[in-house]
């Protein structure tokens, strides 16, 4: 009956913000396309909006899986028209809370102690709530201030049937729609559920916080609240409550006095600090996860909450990446081409030539305006743009990364409109090659890894001798198997000499025995003949 009455309601948002007009496409089938002309809301409910302003609201109407699915799909404009993903980005995930007694209950659940035995004062009026979780305030034994994070009851049940449900409909696209294999539907819902699922555990949010914390310990630009791992469970996280200012409050920052100048090239340190550095990255920094510590406004620090998205890059990632975004600002076109082959981005048998010359079409009318007004993230998208016209696999973890990086570089030229991302950039990226390939970093490389060596130097000789033996049975071995091969060829050679001599002759006795019989008036049928002649045939088609 639930199923039925969900069904409905999304039949009921379907028509009321005609999304009927998405499929209105020349490369659907033309059933479809007919099909869509006959449903009778099309002549009662007027088309009033944009395309992409009907999605998103038809969304937010559909609840918290729909708009969590929308925000996921905003991120990826690599498969997205601009519009559609501007407008997604703008999804608001505002959700009614539930009862405080009802958080009560899970965390005493959770806890197996009673709440007052954990916490000196528990609010039960939470301080914030969203789709997933909500937040409330409370206070432990020792004195410290705490937040307390509580999974919604009920919640994984609903994603559940939704995800199913999203599941279908990505299948019908696919199925139905010529782009829809292209543009993957199906493993895009599967990359949701992954993400929304890992959102109902908080121990692998707690993990992910208490690893960056570990990353910035002591770190005077980014600080990241505790994790109190004794009160923390699967549908529970209590972690230190911080008191600042929300990054995008930009009266109250300029009213501390606050220097925004640095603060915004902060922001840029950071976030090149988590992916170069550490390869370990807060993938979800938009303004309401970001606060401005109130202490030193001259010497400003940020603070991070919500860690369920992580990103990470491998070292061959990291580089590829440095050094594509040092070719880009050089104008080395040629350069950038031949990285994104040999990262593997793209197919190995790209014609260089003529993805230079696509890059080269892509990115030199950005080079028109001054570099501080060039965004990154739009260099970003560029090329992954003009790479997916050549066959380029799309890679999630380049996808989170340029997210991630158009939330930051729009915060930073919020916080200070006359922030050159290049200049602020630019020596850490050089710094971080230097540090990686110079001379320094071969001496690093060797010192980590020499006790290992000198672990297995006693066993060297061992080693080389197993090595040799190996190689020598390894030779003597492919002698024998290249030895038996020959002999197989050579008895295949016989054989088939027998046959064919064997063939020839039978064939010469047929005619033998033929030619008698063939005198004028005799119609008796040679058998024998003909029986030797066909033995003849086959031995000659067996060799």
Not at 238 to 244: F, K, S, T, W
Not at 285 to 309: C, K, L, T, W
Not at 431 to 439: D, T
Not at 508 to 524: C, F, I, K, N
């Amino acid at each position: 009956m639930r199923t039925l009455t969900r069904s409905l309601k999304i039949a009921w948002i379907f028509a009321y913000y005609r999304l009927d007009t998405f499929f209105d496409q020349p490369l659907l089938p033309w059933y479809l396309r007919a099909l869509c002309w006959l449903l009778p809301w099309r002549y009662l409910i007027p088309v009033k909006r944009s395309q992409a302003e009907r999605l998103r609201l038809a969304l937010e109407a559909l609840g918290p899986v729909f708009i969590k699915f929308g925000q996921m799909l905003s991120t990826r404009r690599d498969l997205l028209p601009d519009d559609l993903a501007e407008e997604l980005s703008r999804l608001q995930d505002r959700v009614p809370p539930f009862a405080g007694d009802k958080a009560r209950q899970i965390i005493e659940r959770e806890l197996k102690q009673s709440v007052s035995q954990v916490f000196a004062q528990f609010e039960q009026e939470p301080m914030a709530s969203a789709s997933v979780a909500q937040v409330h305030a409370a206070t432990l034994k020792n004195g410290r201030s705490v937040v307390v994070k509580v999974i919604r009851p009920g919640i994984g049940r609903v994603i559940r049937q939704d995800v199913a449900l999203l599941y279908l409909l990505a299948r019908l696209v696919q199925w139905l729609w010529m782009e829809g294999r292209r543009l993957r539907p199906v493993e895009v819902v599967a990359e949701y559920e992954q993400t929304i699922f890992d959102e109902l555990d908080l121990r692998k949010e707690a993990a992910n916080g208490s690893q960056l914390r570990r990353n910035f310990e002591g770190s005077s630009i980014l600080y990241v609240p505790e994790i109190f791992w004794d009160y923390t469970r699967q549908q529970v996280l209590v972690m230190e409550r911080i008191q600042g200012i929300p990054v995008a409050d930009i009266a109250q920052l300029h009213a501390q006095g606050t220097d925004m100048k640095r603060l915004a090239e902060r922001g840029v340190e950071i976030f090149f600090t988590q992916v170069f550095r550490d390869s370990f990255f807060h993938a979800d920094m938009h303004p309401g996860n970001i606060f401005v510590s109130r202490n030193n406004p001259s010497d400003p620090q940020y603070i991070a909450v919500d860690f369920g998205i992580i990103g990470s890059l491998n070292a061959e990632d990291q580089s590829y990446l440095a050094r594509n975004i040092l070719a880009f600002f050089k104008r080395d076109y040629r350069q950038v081409a031949q990285l994104h082959i040999d990262s593997g981005w793209v197919p190995r048998d790209t014609n260089v030539h003529a993805f230079e010359t696509a890059i080269r079409s892509v990115c030199e009318p950005i080079f028109e305006k001054p570099l501080k007004d060039i965004s990154f993230g739009m260099v970003l998208l560029g090329l992954f743009q003009t790479a997916r016209r050549f066959n380029m696999e799309v890679q999630p973890q380049l996808v989170l990364l340029q997210k991630t990086l158009l939330n930051i570089e729009g915060l930073g030229r919020q916080l200070y409109p006359d922030l050159d991302l290049w200049q602020t950039a630019k020596p850490f990226l050089e710094n971080w090659m230097q540090e990686r390939m110079g001379v320094k970093a071969v001496y690093r490389s060797v010192k980590e890894q020499a006790p290992e060596w000198l672990e297995k130097m006693p066993h060297l000789p061992q080693m080389v001798y197993d090595s040799l033996e190996q190689m020598k049975l390894q030779s003597s071995s492919a002698d024998q198997s290249q030895q038996r091969l020959a002999q197989a060829q050579a008895a295949d050679r016989r054989r088939t000499r027998r046959f064919m001599l064997v063939g020839a002759t039978l064939l010469l006795g047929a005619v033998v025995l033929l030619r008698p019989e063939l005198q004028p008036g005799d119609e008796s049928m040679p058998w024998s003949a003909l029986m030797v002649a066909a033995a003849g045939w086959a031995l000659l088609w067996r060799a």
